[in-house]
Each structure stands twice: as structure tokens, then as C-alpha cells.
């Protein structure tokens, strides 16, 4: 997806950040459970693990996702996790909260 240029409001922001085919299905999955990467490559049926690993590197930069390594299962491995972002508050252009 074609980058926006940053608004004041951050509503250009927050489509850059979420926008394009998969993004929002994998916030979704990862919002019900973490998940690891094969998971996510298995549920989400016609992602190319390319597209995957390069969608997940964005929301972990974009701090929507975190990754970290689990020790459970014989296998262990890296899992995604969903990160709770504080909501700023929308400033008209102006600077003062509107």
C-alpha cells in the first residue's frame, strides 16, 4: 500500500500503520492469541511467508505487535503478541486538543 503523507489528526498515520490486505487479519489472530509465525502462516491461507514475515517486521516497527521467544513446546520458537498502545489524544492544527 502507498505510504500517506502524516496529517495532523494522525488519521493518515493510523491507515499507513493498519493498511493493506493482511494486516488487519493478522491483528485480528493475534488479538484472540499469541501466535506463532507458522501458526499465522496456517491460518491465513493465501499469505506467502515473504508477504507474512514483511507485514509482521512492519507492526512490531509500528509497535502494534511484539515478538519474544517461548520456551514452551519441544520446539520452542518466536511468537507475536499484541502491544497495548496509549491512545494520543487528536490535536486540531492549531495544537489544542480537539
Do not use: Y
Amino acid at each position: 500500500m502507498k505510504r500517506l503523507p502524516d496529517d495532523d489528526c494522525g488519521f493518515a498515520s493510523a491507515l499507513n500503520v493498519v493498511g493493506g490486505k493482511w494486516k488487519t487479519d493478522i491483528l485480528w489472530e493475534i488479538n484472540l492469541s499469541p501466535r506463532r509465525f507458522g501458526e499465522l502462516r496456517r491460518i491465513l491461507s493465501g499469505i506467502s511467508e515473504k508477504v507474512l514475515a514483511q507485514q509482521l517486521r512492519e507492526m512490531e516497527a509500528d509497535d502494534l505487535i511484539s515478538r519474544g521467544i517461548s520456551g514452551e513446546g519441544a520446539a520452542g520458537g518466536i511468537f507475536c503478541d499484541r502491544v497495548r498502545p496509549q491512545p494520543q489524544p487528536c490535536r486540531d492544527r492549531d495544537g489544542t486538543l480537539g
